[in-house]
Nanobody
Framework: QVQLVESGGGLVQPGGSLRLSCAAS????????MRWYRQAPGKQRELVAG???????NYAEPVKGRFTISRGNAKNTVSLQMNSLKPEDTAVYYC???????????????WGQGTQVTVSS
């Protein structure tokens, strides 16, 4: 079984910072791209940032220059450093990854359970 577990959400004032982390565990052969999505109340889930196995990153326009995605040295973790947070960043943030499990299981897209980020004064 493969799991993605997020941590680091919480309540922060506008202009503040938070760091989200996600760790993949289980019977993993290779982890390819890892991403962060978010879903605000009443809105569709949207891509926030992604990072390839080789370290190539991409960001949604609303977060460019404020958020930074990175992977750990072991490549099984991904973090999202969020600076200059705004109320409109309030959402549940989800970790997402393309993972090839050990054995005959195919390449599969996995989701974490989500972590709440609330930006409010």
């Amino acid at each position: 079984q493969v799991q993605l577990v997020e941590s680091g959400g919480g309540l922060v004032q506008p202009g503040g910072s938070l760091r989200l982390s996600c760790a993949a565990s289980g019977t993993i052969f290779t982890i390819y791209s890892m991403r962060w999505y978010r879903q605000a109340p009443g809105k569709q889930r949207e891509l926030v940032a992604g990072i390839s196995n080789g370290g190539i990153t991409n960001y949604a326009e609303p977060v460019k220059g404020r958020f930074t995605i990175s992977r750990g040295n072991a490549k099984n973790t991904v973090s999202l450093q969020m600076n200059s947070l705004k109320p409109e960043d309030t959402a549940v943030y989800y970790c997402n990854a393309d993972i090839k499990p050990l054995g005959v299981s195919p390449l599969t897209n996995y989701w974490g359970q989500g972590t709440q980020v609330t930006v409010s004064s």
